[in-house]
């Protein structure tokens, strides 16, 4: 289970990375480094609430 979630967060981070780049070369927003991986965890805990399996291995419980 642990190794099924690791493998859904490597494909989550990158994802979140190439919209964040994506926001600053077609929408002219400035790249926030605090911002993208406050938008990652906030998307990796709506995905564990809405049951993606093993997401909740790899979250923090704060």
């Known amino acids: 289970m642990q190794r099924k979630a690791l493998q859904s967060v490597a ?35 709506f995905w564990a609430k809405a049951g993606a399996a093993g997401r909740r291995v790899v979250l923090p419980t704060s």
């Open 11 to 45: 494909l989550h981070v990158p994802w979140m990375v190439w919209k964040h780049r994506n926001s600053c070369v077609f929408d002219n927003a400035r790249p926030f480094i605090d911002m993208l991986v406050d938008r990652i965890k906030e998307e990796a805990c």
